[in-house]
């Protein structure tokens, strides 16, 4: 189970946005986080289309000093950054509903897609704060390196969450398909709904940037 948080203050991620960020590994502290790095490993299909692990990380090694993280419009905007702060958001939201009684202890609760990590902190009493922290910050690394980026960070895919009654309320799920599909064909581009999260409220939409600003 990871322990280690990776490194850096999530505060001054919320608060600043910085577009880069040094992660220094000097020291017995920097040398486990650099470890964590390096034992992060992601399937790649070759051109065989067989999966092979790979280095999430391959410029790091046991003599790399230090790992810089870029980012064009700032880290907060990364998924490997925006998760955790988001995960430790509702945390709180959670813990100050339950400080002022809201909150029944004797119900049942579930957490959804980055709501289960904070269901196991919040409720299951699983995982400490920092132990989910770190994982979702791994977990965002994983689905930012699904994608190929730039010497910047910056990749031609994105994300959006949809809701089609903010178009009508007579506008459905069938209606976004037939949009997604449309602008798909119409850019040449990918577009996809990706989650059906509830139905006719919340989708999520994934593909090329070009496609997700198409109005």
């Not at 280690?4 to 001054?12: N, R």
């Not at 902190?121 to 930012?144: C, D, N, P």
Request: charged fraction near 20%.
């Amino acid at each position: 189970m990871i322990s280690l948080f990776p490194g850096f203050s999530i505060l001054d991620i919320v608060r600043e946005n910085p577009k880069h960020l040094t992660i220094h590994f000097g020291g017995a502290r920097g040398h486990k986080i650099r470890d964590n790095y390096m034992a992060l490993i992601l399937d790649s299909k070759g051109e065989n289309e067989v999966l092979t692990p790979k280095p999430l990380f391959p410029t790091i090694t046991s003599c790399t000093r230090s790992y810089t993280f870029r980012s064009t419009s700032g880290l907060l905007h990364e998924t490997q950054f925006t998760q955790p702060a988001l995960a430790l958001m509702e945390i709180a939201r959670f813990e100050d509903m339950r400080s002022k009684g809201v909150v029944k202890e004797e119900s049942l609760f579930a957490g959804h897609s980055l709501g289960e990590y904070v269901a196991l902190v919040a409720v299951g009493k699983i995982l400490t704060i920092e132990q989910m922290a770190a994982l979702v910050f791994y977990r965002g690394l994983t689905m930012s390196n699904a994608v190929n980026r730039d010497s910047n960070g910056a990749t031609n895919y994105s994300m959006c969450a949809v809701n089609p009654t903010r178009v009508s309320k007579t506008f459905s799920e069938v209606d976004l398909n037939w949009c997604v599909q449309e602008i798909s064909r119409h850019t040449r581009g990918l577009l996809e709904i990706v989650n059906y999260n509830v139905l006719n409220v919340q989708y999520v939409c994934a593909g090329d940037v070009s496609a997700l600003s198409k109005k």
